[in-house]
């Protein structure tokens, strides 16, 4: 990889500082993004920012009404917390299936959030909660917060401190893995807030969206038979070698039944 | 048979020790003193004249020692990379050969065709000066499909080629099979497509070379399965370097599958430059490099005929296939998609009549080569999936249409239409036996227990025969080889009674080391830790061909066999001086020399001694020492054959198609090491499930840009992809090797396309699917599903 | 940068660049050989090593992130344990997990991170966890055989840990 001066700050403000001083500078969390897009010299960074000794970024707290979790949080840790997975089990499936045990042991919900990839699984629950990114500075929406494929309303030297996710009365997450990445090729997340409900997707087109027609069908009956009418336009989504955008269409739907029918399995007894 | 540690024996590898610890000297784990690092560029575009390059900014770069182009090296007189082996045309004619030079001069011909070697005091260095080599391309169009390549005012690979076709090639009789067509009751047919396979061993190819001026010897140690033939093809072919001034040494090999057995520019170009610089200087692959740079494997397009009458009885068989060579003759490409193939299209039947045309076609795409299995997995599957399509028509059962026509053990050997005589087997034997295991008739129970969870559940069968332990110099050489390629073996049995083996084979995976030694155990009554075998060194071990084509055993086997007899025909002979008898009375059994008859013996270990310390030894007739040597061409190919069953089942609304089980029956022949084989069979069907299910290598058709060219894209089974499998052997005896051996390394990737597929074809064959093109993957599967859906409701 | 981690249970102090690889640092600086490099896209799991007890690709690591941790490599496995061999390395040799070698050390140091975190395993629960482990050359039925049974010989040592 190419050269560059690596700095390990111990306060956020120090590292919004970092990030601040070139537009060369990229924040390093897990990692399992950055590096393999720096060894592949996609990316040359001038100068590297180690989130790693800032305080206070890890860890699962329930209060109330939401999970919060640190942006440092790891994959591994989300998936193993025995809080995350009592308020919102679907958040602790979803993470758990994000790439293989190691990856899962380094990747943190920050760095997932922060570089949007229209793969990544955690975006699909962000907007599915309608979650609230927490940064150094203000809080940030999930319906604004991913803009475009690996876009997101983050200023550059902006730092994810957390995400808070309301709990929902049920949630659940689909995910139809492609086969050679094991990426999303379409993740499902639904989650029901009385008799509102929000369905977002992954994997099917440039950035996660969230699906009206899908919502308005649920929202109305909360089981997967009024999916059995519903379709998705091909138009907007995906093609590429493992699926054109008919398929995925397809998919979306089959994992948004998915999603649901693990909602109802999961959900606490009202 | 010693029970403990000889021919039979599960015995524990003796060659884990330094891989489970992290010990094993692959060739990327050397360091040479004062070794600089070399990295290739390479052409981002899939055709094009090179106009100009200028290495000058690259050149003055922090950490640079030099940058060589094609330029440098034709200059310096390197040749070109040799093809050693030519087919010939129907017609009598030789093949198109064009030259191939080591790195690109005036034209590329594949993204990935090498055209600047930068060699630098690090890898990072190298790689920075690379991108600052300014290369002036002129792009032109490329042909990408072989369907394309074909067509009229397609763009030429080569400006001498206009019809981008390198062979034209046949076997068997047009006439015969005409007329067999002609009487037939039923034709049944089919289209299909053999995809590209990228072989993708776990270790990247690389190569560290070294020059030592003081000695004027060169030293390379490279990923290769055949270090000897690399040492004569570049020595002699391509550097001009004596072959007493060149040592090869491919060390632990991390798997090859065929991607190591040839000889690559990049090995060229380390060795030639490593004298330029008057440095070592290593070379590794990265992967994604990897996919643009290692030959590739089989890319067919087929349509094929079988005619049959009433009853089902094969009559003729009609295959034309068009085969990628690529944008260059790999080492053994023509070789691959003709002999290896046309030649086994009678499988295990009695089909009197075959005709084979295969076209071999240049594309600009990387070389294609020898994959594991090599031409007899696409000849099985195109056979195996004709078989499945003709019974399906015609209303027979998939078992019973193949029992009809098997060839039945009575009649081997048996000649084929097509050349090869098949020297034993037992195909009925390996048909009833998988029957019987998989439960071949308790399938329906199980197809309802799916249905009920709304899956399609599907069974398939697929019974064949290959041919490999190359190879038989005198069938190969009239078949277009280049060279004969036979097999030697040393003994040296050290004055301890210690035991070394010099092999010309090369293991990488295969368990030589224990199973060499197993052989040797067998013959001498010798414990296997006493035996060592050696391999990879062309300074230690004498002239061999390698491994690949699943020839150790058969081949190498053979010799060793034949070299250790060499040796207790020694003793025999000192023995018989040593108890006064005539070598005719002295029998070797258990490790002793015995007087027939009588209780006077002398130990292995004592003719040993007499051998070196020369004490009873008869000095005026027989030379001291106990080192023999053999050197083995053999008699005919070997020719094992299995049937195997998979059952699969795939979820509609996805189209995923999830390997439930799979049972293999082979017959490799007497069975070395239970263990070993069972371990090559997993790893052999894997690879051919993965060509079924999950690989394929993607080019844009127009661009000539690779779509998968890293693990992200090119998907490679995991564990999760695959079931237990149960393996069975059946061996009947190889009439000609040693132990009557067949090899196995390559039958289960040769078996398991055929075999997953018919059984993909079966669970959906309700919605009239007659056939699945490779890999069936979820999204193929889920549009023939839904194109059959929107069938019905349109006709509703 | 100066960096002090601990390998194998030996302290190591080095400069090296911000740039340098765990991979590389092992490899290169240590001539600890023994974890591969199998890819270039954080896949193949050839490179897995333990970074506190826990199982990482050593590829997708920066060393300086390393800097003041526990790395334990296949080399560093058994001794650290202090045993000749580890009960998942003898598991592989027993239950020939292994041809080429080349996948090994990642393999057995997953497996190891595996049958720490798992209690009483189940082929399905092997399986997908070496979905980070790529193999060519097993078709993965022994390496599972492998797995449970190192993960049963660890449990049965004190306190199943090691």
């Given at each position: 990889?190419?050269?560059?001066?690596?700095?390990?700050p111990?306060?956020?403000?120090?590292?919004?500082a970092?990030?601040?001083?070139?537009?060369?500078?990229?924040?390093?969390?897990?990692?399992?993004?950055?590096?393999?897009?720096?060894?592949?010299?996609?990316?040359?960074?001038?100068?590297?920012?180690?989130?790693?000794?800032?305080?206070?970024?890890?860890g699962?707290a329930?209060?109330?009404?939401?999970?919060?979790?640190?942006?440092?949080?790891?994959?591994?840790?989300v998936?193993?917390?025995?809080a995350?997975?009592?308020?919102?089990?679907?958040?602790?499936?979803?993470?758990?299936?994000?790439?293989?045990?190691?990856?899962?042991?380094?990747?943190?919900?920050?760095?997932?959030?922060a570089?949007?990839?229209p793969?990544?699984?955690?975006?699909?629950?962000?907007?599915?909660?309608?979650?609230?990114?927490?940064?150094?500075?203000?809080?940030?929406?999930?319906?604004?917060?991913?803009?475009?494929?690996?876009?997101?309303?983050?200023?550059?030297?902006?730092?994810?401190?957390?995400?808070?996710?309301p709990?929902?009365?049920?949630?659940?997450?689909?995910?139809?893995?492609?086969?050679?990445?094991?990426?999303?090729?379409?993740g499902?997340?639904?989650?029901?807030?009385?008799?509102?409900?929000?369905?977002?997707?992954?994997?099917?087109?440039?950035?996660v969206?969230?699906?009206?027609?899908?919502?308005?069908a649920?929202?109305?009956?909360?089981?997967?038979?009024?999916?059995?009418?519903?379709?998705?336009?091909?138009?907007?989504?995906?093609?590429?070698?493992?699926?054109?955008?008919?398929?995925r269409?397809?998919?979306?739907?089959?994992?948004?039944r998915r999603?649901?029918?693990?909602?109802?399995?999961?959900?606490?007894?009202s | 048979?010693?029970?403990?540690?000889?021919?039979?024996?599960?015995?524990?590898?003796k060659?884990?020790?330094?891989?489970?610890?992290?010990?094993?000297?692959y060739?990327?784990?050397?360091?040479?003193?004062?070794m600089?690092?070399?990295?290739?560029?390479?052409?981002?575009?899939a055709?094009?004249?090179?106009?100009?390059?200028?290495?000058?900014?690259?050149?003055?770069?922090?950490?640079?020692?030099?940058i060589?182009?094609?330029a440098?090296l034709?200059?310096?007189?390197?040749?070109?990379?040799?093809?050693?082996?030519?087919?010939?045309?129907?017609?009598?004619?030789?093949?198109?050969?064009?030259?191939?030079?080591?790195?690109a001069v005036?034209?590329?011909?594949?993204?990935?065709?090498?055209?600047?070697?930068?060699i630098?005091?690090?890898?990072?260095?190298?790689?920075?000066?690379?991108?600052?080599?300014?290369?002036?391309?002129?792009?032109?169009?490329?042909?990408?499909?072989?369907?394309?390549?074909?067509?009229?005012?397609?763009?030429?690979?080569?400006?001498?080629?206009?019809?981008?076709?390198?062979?034209?090639?046949e076997?068997?009789?047009?006439?015969?099979?005409?007329?067999?067509?002609?009487?037939?009751?039923?034709?049944?047919?089919?289209?299909?497509?053999?995809?590209?396979?990228?072989?993708?061993p776990m270790?990247?190819?690389a190569?560290?070379?070294?020059?030592?001026?003081?000695?004027?010897?060169?030293?390379?140690?490279?990923?290769?399965?055949?270090?000897?033939?690399?040492k004569?093809l570049?020595?002699?072919?391509?550097?001009?370097?004596?072959?007493?001034?060149?040592?090869?040494?491919?060390?632990?090999?991390?798997?090859?599958?065929?991607?190591?057995?040839?000889?690559?520019?990049?090995?060229?170009?380390?060795?030639w430059?490593?004298?330029?610089?008057?440095?070592?200087?290593?070379?590794?692959n990265?992967?994604?490099?990897?996919?643009?740079?290692?030959?590739?494997?089989?890319?067919?397009?087929?349509e094929?005929?079988?005619?049959?009458d009433?009853?089902?009885?094969?009559?003729?068989?009609k295959?034309?296939?068009?085969?990628?060579?690529?944008?260059?003759?790999?080492?053994?490409?023509?070789?691959?998609?003709?002999?290896?193939?046309g030649?086994?299209?009678?499988?295990?039947?009695?089909?009197?009549a075959i005709?084979c045309e295969?076209?071999?076609?240049?594309?600009?795409?990387?070389?294609?080569?020898?994959?594991?299995?090599?031409?007899?997995?696409?000849?099985?599957?195109?056979?195996?999936?004709?078989?499945?399509?003709?019974?399906?028509?015609?209303?027979?059962?998939?078992?019973?249409?193949?029992?009809?026509?098997?060839?039945?053990?009575?009649?081997?050997?048996?000649q084929?239409?097509?050349?090869?005589?098949?020297?034993?087997?037992?195909?009925?034997?390996?048909?009833?036996?998988?029957?019987?295991?998989?439960?071949?008739?308790?399938?329906a129970?199980?197809?309802?227990?799916?249905?009920?969870?709304?899956?399609?559940?599907?069974i398939?069968?697929?019974?064949?025969?290959?041919?490999?332990?190359?190879?038989?110099?005198?069938?190969?050489?009239?078949?277009?080889?280049?060279?004969?390629?036979?097999?030697?073996?040393?003994?040296?049995v050290?004055v301890?009674?210690?035991?070394?083996?010099?092999?010309?084979t090369?293991?990488?995976?295969?368990?030589?080391?224990?199973?060499?030694?197993?052989?040797?155990?067998?013959?001498?009554?010798?414990?296997?830790?006493?035996?060592?075998?050696?391999?990879?060194?062309?300074?230690?071990?004498?002239?061999?061909?390698?491994?690949?084509?699943?020839?150790?055993?058969?081949?190498?086997?053979?010799a060793?066999?034949?070299?250790t007899?060499?040796?207790?025909?020694?003793g025999?002979?000192?023995a018989?001086?040593?108890?006064?008898?005539?070598?005719?009375?002295?029998?070797?059994?258990?490790?002793?020399?015995?007087?027939?008859?009588?209780?006077?013996?002398?130990s292995?270990?004592?003719v040993?001694?007499?051998?070196y310390?020369?004490?009873n030894?008869?000095v005026?007739?027989?030379?001291?020492g106990?080192?023999?040597?053999?050197?083995?061409?053999?008699?005919?190919?070997?020719?094992?054959?299995?049937?195997?069953?998979?059952?699969?089942?795939?979820d509609?609304?996805?189209?995923?198609?999830?390997l439930?089980?799979?049972?293999?029956?082979?017959?490799?022949?007497?069975?070395?090491n239970?263990?070993?084989?069972?371990?090559q069979?997993?790893?052999?069907?894997?690879?051919?499930?993965?060509?079924?299910?999950?690989?394929?290598c993607?080019?844009?058709?127009?661009?000539?840009?690779?779509?998968?060219?890293?693990?992200?894209?090119?998907?490679?089974?995991?564990?999760?992809?695959?079931?237990?499998?149960?393996i069975?052997?059946?061996?009947?005896?190889?009439?000609?090797?040693?132990?009557?051996?067949?090899?196995?390394?390559?039958?289960?990737?040769?078996?398991?396309?055929?075999?997953?597929?018919?059984?993909?074809?079966?669970?959906?064959?309700?919605?009239?699917?007659?056939?699945?093109?490779?890999?069936?993957?979820?999204s193929?599967?889920?549009?023939?599903?839904?194109?059959?859906?929107?069938?019905?409701?349109?006709?509703? | 940068?100066?960096?002090?981690?601990?390998?194998?249970?030996?302290?190591?102090?080095?400069?090296?660049?911000?740039?340098?690889?765990?991979?590389?640092?092992?490899?290169?600086?240590?001539?600890?050989?023994?974890?591969?490099?199998?890819?270039?896209?954080?896949?193949c799991g050839?490179?897995?090593?333990?970074?506190?007890?826990?199982?990482?690709?050593?590829?997708?690591?920066?060393?300086?992130?390393?800097?003041?941790?526990?790395?334990t490599?296949?080399e560093?496995?058994a001794?650290?344990?202090?045993?000749?061999?580890?009960?998942?390395?003898e598991?592989?040799?027993?239950?020939h997990?292994?041809?080429?070698?080349?996948?090994?050390?990642?393999?057995?140091?997953?497996?190891?991170?595996?049958?720490?975190?798992?209690?009483?395993?189940?082929?399905?629960?092997?399986?997908?966890?070496l979905?980070?482990n790529?193999?060519?050359?097993?078709?993965?039925?022994?390496?599972?055989?492998?797995?449970?049974?190192?993960?049963?010989?660890?449990?049965?040592q004190?306190?199943?840990?090691?």
């Amino acid at each position: 990889m190419k050269d560059f001066s690596y700095h390990r700050p111990s306060t956020v403000s120090e590292a919004v500082a970092l990030l601040a001083a070139g537009d060369e500078s990229r924040a390093l969390s897990g990692g399992m993004t950055l590096l393999p897009t720096m060894k592949q010299r996609l990316a040359s960074p001038k100068a590297i920012v180690d989130l790693a000794a800032l305080p206070g970024l890890t860890g699962v707290a329930v209060d109330g009404g939401n999970v919060t979790i640190g942006a440092m949080t790891t994959h591994a840790e989300v998936a193993g917390s025995a809080a995350a997975r009592t308020a919102i089990p679907a958040l602790s499936t979803l993470a758990g299936l994000i790439g293989d045990p190691q990856v899962r042991h380094r990747g943190t919900i920050g760095g997932s959030v922060a570089n949007a990839d229209p793969a990544a699984d955690y975006p699909a629950a962000v907007l599915g909660l309608g979650a609230t990114i927490v940064t150094d500075r203000r809080e940030i929406a999930a319906d604004v917060f991913f803009t475009a494929m690996f876009q997101t309303a983050l200023a550059p030297d902006e730092i994810v401190v957390a995400v808070r996710f309301p709990i929902p009365d049920a949630a659940g997450y689909a995910k139809f893995k492609s086969q050679a990445s094991r990426f999303a090729l379409v993740g499902v997340f639904v989650a029901r807030f009385g008799n509102s409900v929000r369905v977002a997707i992954t994997g099917a087109g440039p950035a996660v969206f969230r699906s009206q027609d899908i919502e308005d069908a649920l929202a109305a009956n909360f089981t997967s038979q009024p999916l059995a009418r519903i379709s998705i336009a091909p138009s907007g989504l995906t093609s590429d070698i493992h699926a054109d955008s008919e398929y995925r269409a397809h998919l979306v739907v089959v994992m948004a039944r998915r999603a649901v029918e693990q909602a109802l399995r999961d959900q606490k007894p009202s | 048979m010693n029970a403990h540690t000889g021919i039979g024996a599960s015995l524990l590898r003796k060659e884990d020790r330094r891989f489970i610890t992290g010990k094993g000297n692959y060739v990327a784990d050397i360091k040479r003193p004062d070794m600089a690092m070399g990295v290739f560029l390479r052409s981002p575009h899939a055709h094009a004249n090179i106009k100009a390059i200028d290495i000058k900014v690259a050149a003055a770069m922090p950490g640079v020692v030099a940058i060589f182009t094609g330029a440098d090296l034709q200059a310096d007189g390197v040749g070109g990379l040799p093809c050693a082996w030519g087919v010939s045309n129907a017609d009598g004619t030789p093949m198109k050969e064009p030259p191939r030079s080591a790195m690109a001069v005036d034209k590329v011909r594949c993204v990935g065709d090498a055209v600047a070697f930068v060699i630098a005091e690090t890898v990072d260095q190298a790689r920075e000066a690379a991108d600052a080599i300014l290369i002036d391309y002129e792009v032109l169009p490329a042909v990408v499909g072989v369907l394309d390549a074909i067509r009229p005012g397609a763009a030429a690979v080569f400006d001498d080629i206009p019809d981008n076709t390198c062979f034209d090639w046949e076997c068997g009789d047009a006439k015969t099979t005409a007329a067999a067509f002609r009487n037939a009751a039923h034709i049944a047919k089919i289209s299909l497509v053999n995809n590209r396979l990228v072989g993708n061993p776990m270790e990247p190819r690389a190569a560290v070379a070294e020059y030592d001026a003081g000695r004027d010897h060169y030293t390379m140690w490279t990923t290769s399965q055949f270090p000897h033939v690399v040492k004569v093809l570049m020595g002699n072919f391509v550097l001009k370097i004596p072959q007493h001034k060149l040592r090869i040494v491919a060390p632990d090999v991390g798997g090859g599958f065929g991607v190591k057995q040839f000889l690559y520019a990049e090995e060229i170009i380390t060795t030639w430059a490593s004298r330029k610089v008057n440095r070592p200087i290593k070379w590794v692959n990265e992967r994604s490099e990897g996919f643009l740079s290692d030959a590739h494997g089989r890319d067919h397009v087929s349509e094929a005929e079988l005619a049959l009458d009433e009853t089902g009885r094969f009559l003729g068989l009609k295959v034309r296939t068009i085969a990628n060579m690529g944008g260059y003759l790999s080492t053994f490409g023509p070789n691959i998609p003709t002999n290896l193939y046309g030649l086994l299209l009678a499988g295990v039947y009695t089909t009197p009549a075959i005709h084979c045309e295969v076209k071999g076609v240049f594309t600009n795409t990387v070389p294609v080569d020898a994959y594991r299995g090599a031409g007899r997995p696409e000849a099985t599957f195109l056979l195996e999936r004709l078989v499945d399509v003709a019974a399906s028509e015609m209303k027979i059962d998939k078992a019973a249409i193949r029992r009809l026509n098997m060839i039945d053990a009575s009649q081997f050997p048996y000649q084929t239409p097509v050349i090869l005589k098949y020297d034993s087997g037992d195909p009925k034997a390996c048909l009833d036996k998988v029957l019987e295991v998989a439960d071949w008739t308790g399938f329906a129970k199980r197809k309802q227990e799916s249905q009920a969870r709304g899956k399609l559940r599907g069974i398939g069968l697929c019974t064949y025969v290959e041919a490999c332990g190359l190879a038989p110099s005198r069938i190969v050489q009239s078949l277009g080889a280049r060279a004969g390629i036979f097999e030697s073996a040393t003994v040296r049995v050290h004055v301890t009674g210690d035991i070394t083996v010099l092999i010309g084979t090369h293991n990488h995976g295969q368990g030589h080391e224990t199973t060499f030694a197993q052989i040797v155990s067998e013959k001498l009554s010798i414990p296997t830790d006493k035996i060592e075998i050696v391999f990879g060194d062309t300074d230690k071990v004498q002239f061999g061909l390698g491994t690949y084509g699943s020839r150790s055993l058969a081949v190498g086997g053979t010799a060793l066999v034949k070299a250790t007899d060499k040796i207790i025909a020694k003793g025999v002979k000192i023995a018989a001086h040593m108890l006064e008898a005539g070598e005719n009375d002295i029998v070797f059994e258990n490790g002793s020399f015995a007087v027939q008859g009588t209780d006077r013996s002398k130990s292995f270990g004592d003719v040993v001694g007499a051998a070196y310390g020369l004490v009873n030894f008869p000095v005026d007739v027989l030379e001291p020492g106990m080192e023999e040597k053999a050197f083995y061409d053999p008699v005919n190919f070997t020719y094992p054959g299995g049937a195997h069953i998979a059952e699969v089942e795939i979820d509609p609304d996805c189209g995923t198609v999830e390997l439930l089980s799979y049972v293999a029956v082979d017959d490799v022949g007497t069975v070395i090491n239970p263990m070993i084989v069972a371990g090559q069979l997993h790893g052999g069907i894997a690879q051919g499930v993965g060509q079924a299910l999950y690989e394929n290598c993607v080019y844009d058709e127009t661009s000539g840009q690779m779509l998968s060219a890293s693990f992200m894209d090119y998907c490679m089974p995991r564990a999760d992809n695959l079931p237990n499998m149960k393996i069975v052997t059946q061996p009947t005896l190889c009439t000609h090797t040693s132990f009557g051996v067949k090899g196995c390394g390559e039958v289960g990737t040769i078996g398991s396309p055929a075999t997953v597929v018919n059984a993909v074809v079966d669970a959906l064959s309700h919605l009239g699917v007659s056939h699945v093109d490779m890999p069936a993957t979820p999204s193929r599967i889920w549009r023939i599903i839904n194109n059959s859906a929107n069938q019905l409701r349109a006709t509703e | 940068m100066n960096v002090e981690i601990l390998v194998n249970g030996k302290k190591v102090n080095a400069d090296i660049s911000p740039a340098l690889l765990l991979s590389e640092f092992l490899r290169e600086t240590l001539d600890l050989t023994g974890t591969h490099v199998g890819c270039d896209t954080s896949q193949c799991g050839a490179c897995v090593v333990h970074v506190d007890g826990l199982s990482m690709k050593s590829c997708t690591l920066l060393a300086v992130a390393v800097d003041g941790k526990s790395v334990t490599t296949i080399e560093g496995l058994a001794k650290t344990a202090g045993v000749d061999l580890h009960p998942m390395q003898e598991a592989f040799h027993l239950n020939h997990g292994l041809q080429c070698g080349f996948c090994t050390p990642g393999m057995i140091m997953s497996a190891v991170d595996f049958a720490r975190q798992t209690p009483n395993p189940t082929e399905g629960d092997v399986r997908h966890w070496l979905e980070g482990n790529i193999c060519r050359c097993t078709g993965y039925q022994n390496i599972v055989a492998a797995v449970l049974a190192g993960a049963a010989a660890m449990q049965t040592q004190a306190g199943g840990r090691s």
